[in-house]
């Protein structure tokens, strides 16, 4: 017989009888695509931090800003090129809201680049990401998601004490990111839902790179036109949003939302290594607790949310 035509439930050869999958190997295919859901968002989470530990070496040579309008610039070329019609079929009514949502993503970046600017790519990372959190529990009357808010709130106090020894312009610059991601999760939560998400990603990012071109070329002058440094930035633009953002499609596809939602709480403390291994920023017993407060926290929250 046929294997491939029993598993798709088509005539084998012969004439012999019409077979179907069992229940058992539906339910075994289920379970490995479900399974493969963990590693594509680790994939996502590190490529994303690591085009952003990549993107710190560029700092000294254009700034932060040159970097970041690299990589929102040669983002949506890269979407445009991959993507093509696809990625261009923007509807006439999303346009102001793609608007809006380019320039608080154009300001969301420009706070977290200037953070790790100055502070390691872990810390900023975990006070960023309290912006999604308290979203997630914002307008919530549950004790148990105020007492998530408050474990989220023991661990950036952490790392505002003395002992974590952490630069306070970073530190707000972190926090500007956060209020700004929590901004665009609002945005962007009312736009796709009259609007494919591609095409919103795509001019979202255009956007933001128009937003972002006056003070980029202010701050960078003519090395922005580098070629090593236009080949950096690419890899920064692949790895920081292109890729990362395609895993997170394809991960959505095969879990939950609420279940991806909990396995993206890990981004800081895979942001912490990446920041170890790549750029050799060790981090404190303090830093390390605060991390992990936030990375429990929104994990709860999302586990919560989903019950």
């Known amino acids: 017989m046929n294997p491939a035509a029993a598993v798709v439930g088509v005539a084998a050869p012969g004439g012999g009888p019409r077979r ?29 931090h690591l085009g952003s530990a990549i ?12 970097v970041l309008w690299l990589r929102c610039a040669l983002a949506a070329l890269l979407l445009a090129a991959i993507f093509r019609r696809r990625a261009l079929s923007l509807p006439r009514a999303s346009r102001t809201g793609v608007i809006a949502l380019g320039i608080v993503l154009a300001a969301m970046n420009a706070c977290f680049f200037e953070s790790i600017a100055r502070v390691p790519l ?16 914002a307008g919530s009357r549950r004790p148990r998601d ?20 952490i630069d306070p312009l970073g530190a707000l610059f972190a926090f500007g990111s956060a ?26 990012l255009a956007v933001a790179a128009l937003v972002l071109t006056a003070p980029a070329l202010a701050t960078s002058g003519p090395e922005l036109w580098d070629g090593s440094v236009l080949a950096v930035g690419l890899a920064v633009a692949a790895l920081a949003s292109a890729i990362p953002y395609l895993l997170e499609l394809v991960a959505l596809r095969l879990v939950s939302a609420a279940t991806f939602s909990i396995l993206l709480s890990l981004e800081p403390a895979i942001a912490a290594l990446i920041g170890l291994l790549v750029l050799g920023q060790a981090l404190g017993l303090v830093e390390v607790a605060a991390i992990g407060c936030v990375v429990v ?5 999302a586990r919560a949310a989903s019950a």
């Open 297 to 301: 926290a929104s994990a709860a929250a």
């Open 55 to 66: 993107a710190t070496e560029l700092f000294g040579r254009v700034g932060p800003l040159g």
């Open 146 to 165: 105020l007492a998530f808010a408050l474990l989220a709130g023991l661990g950036v106090a952490l790392l505002g004490s003395p002992s974590a020894g």
């Open 122 to 137: 872990g810390v900023a990372s975990t006070i960023e990401f309290t912006g999604p959190l308290l979203v997630a529990v």
């Open 179 to 204: 209020a700004c991601w929590a901004t665009y999760i609002l945005l962007a939560k009312r736009l796709v839902g009259t609007a494919e998400p591609l095409p919103v990603l795509t001019f979202t």
């Open 20 to 48: 179907t999958p069992s229940t058992g190997l539906r339910t075994r295919a289920a379970a490995l695509a479900g399974g493969s859901a963990p590693l594509l968002v680790v994939a996502l989470a590190v490529s994303m």
